[in-house]
């Protein structure tokens, strides 16, 4: 089928949840991709943060292909070894305790609300059950994964909302220690929000969430399903910050383009979900994590020093272009502020210019394969560049 006809089927018979960019894509390699009539796009979004390793990896297709050969699925009533080695690798890559597996960030949030609201409830008393999360932030589509976020225009006709959560303003520490009561159990942060505009949390603020949580026996669950799996630098971001979170919840990345979810349970609350409270049927699929696994093999120490090396190269070009306010984020997960009204306008002439890019709020957002070549990378930052200089000088 051709661009044009994709459209018109896709748009006749899915509903409308997405306003999708013009553009289809058919196949690609690396950080570039093609339409079906052989346009070329060089990809900064990754699927938005997804394809870790760009698109159709050969050293991931391989195992994944191999587990396909061997068992597809076999339900969580049942071991499968990919399963076990990928919660074995993420405990030791973060030396916390022990994961839950399920398919996407919501549902990885989901499963961080219900361990925290089961430890508030066994160990300060039946109503310690609330949530502290942040303005702006963004946690997911489910009900409960909604109403942890804290923006407004996500809120709209949706109600009733689950009670038991608290908002508090981001970088505020003060109202966080006024929020933080007998009656809560949990703060969910992301250090760096991301649908919110990739905003920075500040480093007293992050440690002043985790003292209060110590103090207060309650749990810090870090949302690191944006910033999570290499995208920052580091394998998780909450590590430049040098926290000890109770609960880290990832998804998007692990997977490499195949859906997986989950939330790593450190000591304090690694064994409050038992049998009957919680469940996925498709939940740490083996083929999945058999994919998981290699992306996590591929991100050692030297693959993420080059990621953040990466991220400081984009920042030095774009910081001399004009036009170029300031960049928030860290390794590649930026996000380029402009003169309001600005981004949408880059990323249309992306598309036309051959490259792809992302918005958050009024930044363009930049979430490259972590892959990505060096001169992929330059060749998408000289597109950038004069679609910036042409749209906003
Ligand atoms: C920080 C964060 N949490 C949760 C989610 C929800 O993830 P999913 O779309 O996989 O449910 C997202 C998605 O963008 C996210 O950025």
Not at 252 to 274: D, F, H, S, T, Y
Request: glycine fraction near 12%.
């Amino acid at each position: 089928m051709n661009s044009e006809k994709i459209k018109e089927l896709d748009k006749s018979k899915t509903a409308h949840t997405y306003s999708r960019y013009d553009v289809v894509l058919a196949s690609g390699k690396g950080a570039r991709c093609l339409s079906p009539e052989g346009k070329g796009f060089i990809d900064f979004t990754a699927g938005i943060g997804v394809n870790s390793l760009g698109f159709c990896d050969e050293g991931w297709i391989k195992v994944v292909t191999e587990q396909l050969n061997k068992i597809q699925h076999a339900s969580n009533l049942f071991y499968t070894e990919p399963q076990a080695r990928l919660a074995e690798a993420l405990a030791s890559r973060t030396g916390l305790s022990k994961t839950v597996f399920v398919n996407s960030g919501a549902e990885a949030n989901e499963t961080a609300i219900k361990a925290a609201r089961k430890y508030g409830t066994e160990n300060k008393g039946t109503g310690a059950n609330r949530i502290i999360t942040l303005k702006n932030s963004f946690h997911g589509r489910t009900m409960a994964a909604l109403t942890a976020t804290g923006q407004e225009k996500y809120h709209r006709y949706f109600t009733p909302f689950i009670e038991g959560f608290d908002y508090c303003a981001v970088n505020d520490t003060e109202e966080l220690k006024k929020l933080a009561d007998e009656n809560s159990c949990a703060i969910m942060i992301e250090v760096i929000q991301g649908e919110g505009g990739v905003v920075d949390l500040n480093q007293d603020f992050a440690e002043a969430a985790e003292k209060i949580c110590r103090d207060k026996d309650m749990l810090l669950i870090i949302d690191e399903v944006q910033t999570g799996i290499g995208r920052t630098g580091k394998l998780f971001a909450y590590q430049h910050y040098g926290l000890k979170p109770d609960i880290v919840t990832f998804a998007k990345g692990l997977g490499g383009g195949l859906p997986i979810g989950g939330a790593i349970m450190g000591e304090k609350c690694c064994n409050v979900l038992q049998p009957g409270d919680h469940g996925s049927t498709f939940g740490g699929n083996p083929v999945v994590c058999a994919g998981a696994l290699e992306v996590l093999k591929r991100l050692d120490e030297d693959f993420l020093r080059e990621v953040a090396a990466k991220g400081e190269y984009v920042k030095e070009r774009l910081l001399q272009t004009s036009g170029v306010n300031g960049i928030s984020g860290k390794g590649l997960m930026l996000g380029i502020s402009l003169e309001k009204g600005k981004a949408s306008h880059i990323v249309e002439g992306g598309i036309r210019e051959g490259l792809l890019l992302l918005t958050a709020g009024e930044k363009v957002r930049l979430l490259p394969p972590l892959n990505i070549e060096w001169e992929e990378l330059g060749e998408g930052l000289n597109i950038m560049k004069s679609l910036i200089k042409s749209i906003t000088c």
